[in-house]
């Protein structure tokens, strides 16, 4: 497809479970963003790639979320230990230029912490 | 307080109405202004992009950005159901920078 892609598109975790979502950007993305959107709620910026550089990591709430991109294409959003406060929808977005201006979003993973 | 101010509404008004959507922020440093459109259990899609001040029109739709007030508004024109979504106002600090999202207005169109 050509959009962005995000797995799986839902997630049940028991508590102090290990998590981790997959985004597959739009062949040829520069950018990656990794947004939290609690219910009701906009956006929430969590960190920025370029290629495979992690340039922004400010808005990753705990040292229990870790992102990477090794290869500067697919990325992995990963949460250790999961509590309930991080039951949210986890979005990926790419954009082809340096920037956030023309971000694609995917569909997002629906992350419930029981 | 929050650096993007939005009305969580939600708003309803009836098809072929006018509506109006705002935002207030408080960083003089944002440059980009955009607007995304989110349907229900969807991921946001980019819907107006403007920089600096002034009025952007694409079809029904119709940004404005008041750097001088820190308003930024959406004009929707002969609304329709479709058009039934949460809007996310959305400033940036540079095209290379993270978006800051407003918490977002849900907007019900009736026919």
Same mark, same amino acid.
């Given at each position: 497809g050509a959009g962005v892609s995000q #797995?799986?598109? &839902?997630?049940? %975790?028991?508590? +102090?479970?290990d998590v981790a979502l997959r985004? @597959?950007?739009?062949?040829?993305?520069?950018?990656?963003f990794w947004y939290q959107q609690a219910l009701g709620q906009g956006p929430e910026f969590l960190t920025y790639f370029q290629n495979e550089a992690q340039l922004d990591k400010s808005g990753l709430p705990s040292d229990r /979320? =870790? %992102?990477?991109?090794?290869? +500067? $294409?697919?990325?992995t959003l990963?949460?250790?230990?999961?509590? !309930?406060? @991080?039951s949210a929808v986890y979005l990926c977005a790419s954009s082809l230029a340096q920037? %956030?201006?023309? %971000? /694609? /979003?995917g569909q +997002?993973?629906?992350?419930?912490?029981? | 307080q929050k650096e993007v101010e939005q009305d969580p509404g939600p708003l309803s008004v009836p098809e072929g109405a006018i509506v109006s959507l705002n935002c207030t922020y408080s960083n003089s440093a944002f440059q980009y202004f955009m607007w995304y459109r989110q349907y229900s259990r969807k991921g946001p899609e980019l819907l107006m992009y403007t920089y600096s001040s002034g009025n952007k029109e694409d079809g029904r739709f119709t940004a404005q950005v008041?750097?001088?007030?820190? &308003?930024? #508004?959406? =004009?929707?024109? @002969? $609304? !329709?159901?479709? @058009?039934?979504?949460?809007?996310l106002c959305a400033p940036g600090y540079s095209s290379a920078s993270k978006i800051i999202f407003g918490s977002g207005t849900r907007l019900s169109i009736r026919p």
């Open positions: #797995s799986p598109r &839902y997630k049940v %975790a028991k508590r +102090g479970q985004c @597959d950007p739009i062949s040829g993305h520069v950018s990656l /979320f =870790f %992102a990477e991109r090794p290869e +500067g $294409s697919v990325s990963k949460i250790q230990r999961t509590q !309930q406060e @991080d920037g %956030a201006t023309e %971000a /694609f /979003f +997002g993973t629906r992350l419930t912490v029981v | 008041d750097k001088s007030s820190k &308003y930024i #508004s959406l =004009f929707i024109r @002969d $609304s !329709q159901p479709s @058009d039934s979504a949460t809007y």
